[in-house]
Nanobody
Framework: QVQLVESGGGLVQPGKSLTLSCTSS????????TGWFRQAPGKEREGVSC????????YYADFVKGRFTISRANARNTVDLQMNSLEPEDTAVYYC?????????WGKGTLVTVSS
């Protein structure tokens, strides 16, 4: 079965860091464009970051530039999102996606709550 699973979410204080991981089953993440979206309560889902299949190109939404870093760890079959200097506005469910055969496969999300 083709699926993605996110992990690493939780409750964190403002200014702290958190790393989310996305791993797959039924296929490998290596050589596939992969990225993260998020959806805050009452808001639409928005793109956060993505990384190309060859990992030579990355994209970051303006609201996370300089704070978040996306990376691949092919040996672990994961795509990670390092989140630094977290703000309450970063509170959301974070979803991983990967392009598989021209279609995007989505995970079920992991909740990140930034609060003191």
């Amino acid at each position: 079965q083709v699926q993605l699973v996110e992990s690493g979410g939780g409750l964190v204080q403002p200014g702290k860091s958190l790393t989310l991981s996305c791993t797959s089953s039924g296929f490998t993440l290596a050589w596939r464009a992969t990225g993260w979206f998020r959806q805050a309560p009452g808001k639409e889902r928005e793109g956060v970051s993505c990384i190309s299949a060859t990992a030579d190109t990355t994209y970051y939404a303006d609201f996370v530039k300089g704070r978040f870093t996306i990376s691949r760890a092919n040996a672990r079959n994961t795509v990670d999102l390092q989140m630094n200097s977290l703000e309450p506005e970063d509170t959301a469910v974070y979803y991983c996606y990967a392009n598989v055969g021209g279609a995007n496969v989505w995970g079920k999300g992991t909740l990140v709550t930034v609060s003191s």
